[in-house]
């Protein structure tokens, strides 16, 4: 099968500590420390073949993520600047939709022929942070285009428990396959910011002031979804005009540059001084971002950190002790209902991820597709797998 494979050095830094775990495994857990000179090559592969409870899944389409850029985007000594965690070589891809082709012999809850779209985080379901409920943080996570082979190839073998149905989009896109399939691509940037607003964020209520950070897809997805929520006043942040657009699209009130006034200005001046109830920082940008944030907080306010920044941002902890504010980290989307939750949105109407697709590329140009997901003007890169032939 055709796939896009990413290569890298397994080069620590000096001041890195490889933990034993790292060292038998190859696994980074802060991937911008230890991994160096990234590339890509489109590769043949083996086809992989169904375990007793996986699921084979022939890929539709895969969507790139702010993550994919990370790997390939790399400091002035060469290391990436993705600080998760990463094992290479592997096919990338997270954000992924197809048509189960083949089940295990004990798998029960799917068959040949649903359409699916994928939960990306492989958890074990026995360690303590399991156990407890912090699905998102278990002690043995393996992370679908991260750790192990994704989506960006023609075929994809993962465990039945993380694929989710999509066949009840039918009727919301007219029984149009492709455009099912092409929504179930973009369904993740959903996900991880239902999980940020919904499970990590204690307060979020009806009438609440809110500010997102970035206009990329989990930006936007944050939008619709405070949208949704009944946010009463809804401001964006974004570097790019064309991303702007599509802020005031999925729902954001007003958008606006951080370029030409001080942001946490813009937020005082648009609540009548009252500061904003809930901040999402979607853009990877802490050194930017959070302190705005902090001069903006109401009172009881939260700030909600999704996006991934390898940089050590200083805090002032007195704004966020006398406001009674809290700083929430919130990463991963599984668990807490978020996919079923997300998949019953967009069928009622409420969320339309097929929106945010503004570039298409079959899986052969994946270069192309990621030059164009490197500019960060636009919506979302679709990569076209199995729907290039469709």
């Known amino acids: 099968m055709q796939a896009a494979v990413i290569l890298a050095d397994w080069s620590p830094r000096p001041d890195y500590a490889l933990s034993p775990e790292e060292e038998r495994t190859r696994m980074a857990r802060l991937s911008s420390s230890v991994w160096r000179h990234p590339r890509f090559e489109l590769r043949q592969l083996d086809s992989p073949v169904c375990g007793p409870t996986d699921v084979l899944v022939k890929v539709a389409a895969a969507g790139l993520c702010g993550s994919d850029l990370h790997f390939f985007e790399t400091d002035a000594e060469g290391y990436m600047q993705y600080p998760g965690m990463a094992r ?38 026995r360690c303590e942070s399991c156990r407890r409920g912090f699905p998102n943080q278990c002690e043995d996570l393996e992370d679908v285009g991260f750790t192990m082979n994704g989506g960006m190839a023609e075929l994809l073998r993962v465990p039945e428990a993380n694929c989710w149905k999509i066949n009840s989009l039918l009727p919301r896109y007219g029984h149009d396959r ?25 307060r979020i209520k009806p009438g609440a002031y809110a500010v997102v950070y970035g206009a990329g897809a989990i930006g936007l997805a ?26 005031l ?15 946490h ?8 001084g009252a500061g904003a109830d809930l901040q999402v920082e979607a853009a990877g940008d802490f050194s930017r971002s959070l302190r705005q944030m902090e001069l903006s907080l109401a ?55 097929t929106r945010m697709i503004t570039h298409r590329f079959r899986l052969g140009d994946f270069g192309g597709a990621l030059a ?19």
Do not use: W
Not at 249 to 263: K, L, M, N, T
Not at 375 to 387: A, F, I, N, P
């Open 265 to 272: 200005q813009v937020v005082l001046r648009e609540t009548g």
């Open 88 to 125: 290479f070589p592997s096919v990338p891809g997270h954000e992924v939709s197809g048509e189960i082709a083949a089940v295990g012999a004990q798998v029960k809850h799917l068959r040949p022929g649903d359409l699916v779209c994928l939960d990306d985080m492989v958890v074990c379901g």
């Open 222 to 247: 944050t939008l619709a979804l405070l949208r949704s929520a009944g946010a009463a006043r809804i401001l964006a942040f974004e570097h790019q005009p064309a991303r702007r657009e599509l802020a």
């Open 372 to 390: 164009q997901a490197r500019t960060r003007q636009g919506g979302k890169v679709l990569v076209q797998v199995g729907l290039a032939e469709a």
């Open 299 to 353: 009172n009881g306010g939260q700030i909600v950190i999704i996006g991934r920044d390898k940089m050590r941002p200083p805090l002032f902890l007195e704004n966020y002790q006398v406001k009674k504010a809290n700083l929430i980290g919130a990463m991963g989307n599984t668990g807490y209902g978020t996919y079923p939750n997300v998949i019953r949105m967009i069928a009622a109407g409420l969320l339309d991820p």
């Open 178 to 202: 492709k455009r099912v399939l092409e929504a179930g691509a973009v369904i993740e940037p959903f996900t991880v910011a239902y999980n940020g607003l919904f499970e990590c964020a204690a």
């Open 249 to 263: 699209a999925y729902g954001a009130h007003a958008a606006f540059p951080v370029e030409d006034e001080a942001p």
